[in-house]
């Protein structure tokens, strides 16, 4: 038996390849919302919300009243719409965040590890993207910083033509120096995060998790 | 009070670096043996045996007579050299290892985590090397390949210059790569490693142990 | 007085990054050809080619009629088609080439200059690639090797997800390693090469040139 | 016939590389001048000073004496000491630098032309070194800056470990990135360079001479 889901925002660039990538595993398409049309075959067992604020209202409709699993990848939610979510999520299972990169979870987590491991060495974290990104360091480099307790670590941001996204959080001991290193390429890896999970969110009864814990639960 | 050690081998390259390196940590050195003199103060909590095969023996006589713990660093052991150590361990806490390097420890420990996680990636090993290093790919890509599990990879070896040591594990998924390079700068890291697992071996009453387990306990 | 410039292919996913920028620098489409439909407002100064082998023969129909230069980017061009345009370069500047990265032209210029000064130092390429990618080594790689003139080189290929292209050389000496590396982040790139070459071809009477001449003219 | 070389500071650590590598290369030393002794066996084609300021008057009255080439090595000197070496060099050649890497000269020379050529791309800087280093940026981070011509470019200075040290310039347009990295792995490299400018400068007549007309005659 396939599995089903539904799609909010089929029809944006994130949609887009989430509807291919589900399509390729087998699940099937039972509600779809974009903003030409909407349809509806039956009830789905997960919603994805790859949409915008505005449409929030009605994903949360749409789940209330079939009592699906959500995977809510909106960003700018409202602390209004995160109190909905969670109130929701008292009786169904919800995986709400801002970044589905798979990589970045696996980088943020190892490095803690190595944190722990090397204690004493150097630490020193750095980042390149293209040249209209405004804000220096990133996002993901203050949450590397934040997720290793770090309040006095040095940052080097680099600006270049457009790449989409390359970090590294190095590790220097007398001797030897270990890095790792994430390095986007394409938006595809978002979608292979929602997939993981709406497999991770079908399985829960209820409760509200972050992506983080639908990777490695 | 001052930790007391013994030091077989003191003259090598890698004993001059674990007297320095332990002397700096206010270890006390009441028992030292190298090529010119043998000195006894007293009897020694642990013995370092950062020397040859040849020289095993009068470790284990000082070991027998005083009791201590110890971490042996000689590669290059006979078969019946490690039995001798593993029926000494029945007694007294053993930390044996070829390599006390931390970082390849460590990039060993996070490289099986993240292939668990990002199952169905690709996955590509790469060394450097100096030019004269004879085998590849090198010992520590095999550890490597072992160490996920895997027997159909690819491994690149590069050999350039004087170069100590590179080892790169990439993991390449359709959007993103994550990788974890660890390179070596000098033989100080392998003192690094072996006054760890000094610090372990203290706490033990016996036990044969690798340095992972020295490390990560 | 703007420059004037026909465009064969407009709707390709190349053409359509060259007209793209072409607006941007303010140079005007006078002559557009693309599936859908066939546009002439004048005779254009330069006809740039980002067609198929196919449509060859409208573009030299195209040029002949308006004594226009001609930039052709198409691949797969027959030894007839390069004849056609090299009878056509003995009364008309053409810039023709199967790759218009800037980046990669330089990297070749510079790494043959690194290998004269560092005679005798050992040479390493490696280049990692998609894992779609069914050539190893890459095309790229195999030009990097005859611009070096080396017969016996050792080449290291990575697949890993989708990466678009990263090509590495590195000279090693004892005690020092020199690396030049070139890594593709979008076809934006091939357009550039594509302006430079307009530009440069505009300015010439007639012959026939390479991509290479075009850019460091 | 041998080559004959002079050597001040055979016994200083770069010294001993100087000398090391000279003899594999069957020159004869017959002028030797370090803190336990001096020996002249014959006048010295070239003499190379690889010791300090102190002793450079001990360097003239030996070139002086018989008329040798000079390889200055010895950092620190004073303008006076510049002017005498520029008064002999009106008779006698000189070749005279603080820095006789040949991979940063190699890099120095080939940034200049990709930057040149990559007119309009995004330029970092980039520098790695052991923690112990107190300047940031490093002097020749600084170095590749004015050779560049920039006065206002983003260098990043990251410490880790024992790094000896590595630079990276790269360079950014929309679609690609460029990039040269030099590390440095040991002093071996000096000796080289000092080679070479000893290969130079005894074919000279006379001259003052910087290490990179050396290596780029």
Known sequence: LKHTYGLIGSDGRLGAEVKSLFTENCWQLTLEVNKEFE???????????????????KTMEFAEQYGSALVVATTGL??????????????????QSYNYSIGIQVLLKVIKEIKEITNGWDIEISETHHRFKKDRPSGTALMIKDELGLTDVNISSLRLGNVAGVHTVSFGGLGE?????????????????????????????????????????
């Not at 509806?40 to 505005?54: F, G, K, M, R, T």
């Not at 409202?78 to 995986?95: I, R």
């Not at 270990?178 to 009864?205: C, D, M, P, W, Y």
């Open 177 to 217: 120096v270990l890095s790792v290193t994430h390095e986007a390429t394409s938006r595809r890896t978002f979608a292979e995060g929602i997939f993981k999970a709406a497999q991770f969110v079908i399985n829960k009864k209820s409760g509200f998790y972050g992506f983080k814990e639908a990777l490695f639960n």
């Open 78 to 95: 409202s602390n209004e719409n995160l109190e909905q979510l969670k109130l929701y999520a008292q009786k169904h299972p919800v995986v």
């Open 39 to 57: 349809r509806l075959d039956s009830a789905p067992q997960v919603i994805i919300d790859c949409s915008l604020p505005e449409v929030f209202n």
